[in-house]
């Protein structure tokens, strides 16, 4: 039931993805809301501003020119049209609305016609206009400087009151009342609002999309590494069931035997300890890992790597001589290279791949530790002339629980853990290890790690490091 597994999988993942996508959108859904509504807010403003100081502009020239044609009496003198060429007395005949005499000279129009100027005297009488009032606009309250009001038809207006003061006395004598209409400035706020409403739309269509995409390359690792996990498990499972079902099946021949000799009991114990032991290896490698793992910074001792390596080669000596193979350590006798680090770590670390090396190099064959200073790090190589590993395995040897050849390593008792132990490890201590390999020629691992800085105080243990775990051979 692979495949249904697969499908349940790929069915979280999917719906992961929609909601991940769903949230990312509705997260930039309100902020680009809350954007383009600061944004019309500003330009609103902006424009409102705009057009009070030209009104205000037009309100104080107009004034200015009024107060300069004012006569004696506060009436508004019948030659400041000169000055005002529009402006039409109460009273008098007038041209339609900015309908300019041919005898005057206008190089600069102080309003267009979306202005109008009222002045009122003192009892709010017209006195004169100019432009096009617009029909049906509420009465001007003089007491209000800035003013917003709306025809018969609801279209707004903005306009700004004036007190009129003669030269002589200084006496009010009226008011002058300057308006503009905003159509210009709705018609451009509705322009504005539909390119927001058209593009809002179309913006999340683009962030959808690309949340999409964004949800599937976050997801991605997840996915690997829940993959992983599943796979871990399973191996992991298949492993665990494997001593567990051998020490079942001999205990079961055992009890179905009426009786049983000494001899028969001690080899039924012996397979019980070999596969306890199994256990107990595959259990402790598994802790290992998953301390490794979650491992924090923890502080660590100056290591001499000339020490570490020649206790291996002391260890390895004997089942090198027993398969017939030439172990030979080359490494520097000053000065000392010290890694900070675990001793322990660092002489697992070696001890698997030196053990892999000899396991799989024939025998009259060779493997050469190296060990040398370059750039700051400490480089330890372990070359073979063993079987060589396949290019499309050499991708896969750290992986846990891969094995090449996995008949020749459960006969041999591994579980595929030791490179993968040694990658943990190198990279726990800041460090890497790579393979480079060909078939039949030997394989060649780098271990590369960070020396300690000569001017840095490295502590030593407080006491004497006991003897480092020993262990079986471990396999690729």
Known sequence: MAWDTGSKLNRLFRRSRWQLTGWYTGVMAIVLAMSALGMYEAIAHAHRVAAERELKSVAEAVHDNLEKSLTANGQIDRGSSKLLPSLCLAGDPCLAPFEHNENHYHPEELYSSNYYIRVLDTDGALMASSGDYPQGLANSDTADLWQTLRDAS???????????????????????????????????????????????????????AAGWWLAGVALKPVRMSYRNIQQFTADAAHELRTPLAAVQATTESVIRLPEISDAEARDTLQVIARQNHRLVRLVSDLLLLSRLDIQTAAPG????????????????????IAQGIYLWLEQPAAPPLMVIGHEEQLYRLVLNVVSNALQHTPADGKVTICLRAVDKHAVITVEDTGVGIHPNDQARVFDRFY?????????????????SIALAIAQAHGGSIHVKSAIS??????????????GMHVPRPASPVTEAPRRLPVER
């Not at 706020?189 to 739309?201: C, D, E, H, S, Y």
């Open 301 to 320: 001792f100056a290591c001499c790597l000339q020490d570490i390596l020649s206790d291996i080669e002391e260890e390895m000596a004997a089942l090198s």
């Open 154 to 208: 609801g279209q707004p207006y903005r306009q700004l009151i004036l007190p009129l003061y003669a030269l002589d006395d200084q006496q009010l004598v009226g008011h002058v009342v300057v308006g503009r209409s905003l159509n210009d400035f709705a018609a451009y706020l509705a322009t504005v609002r539909w390119n927001m409403a058209l593009g809002l739309p179309l913006a999340l269509a683009l962030i959808a």
């Open 441 to 454: 020629k030997g394989s060649t691992f780098t271990i590369k790690l960070p020396l300690a800085s000569s």
């Open 403 to 419: 094995r090449i050849e996995k008949d020749r390593s459960r006969q041999s008792g591994g579980s595929g853990l030791g490179l």
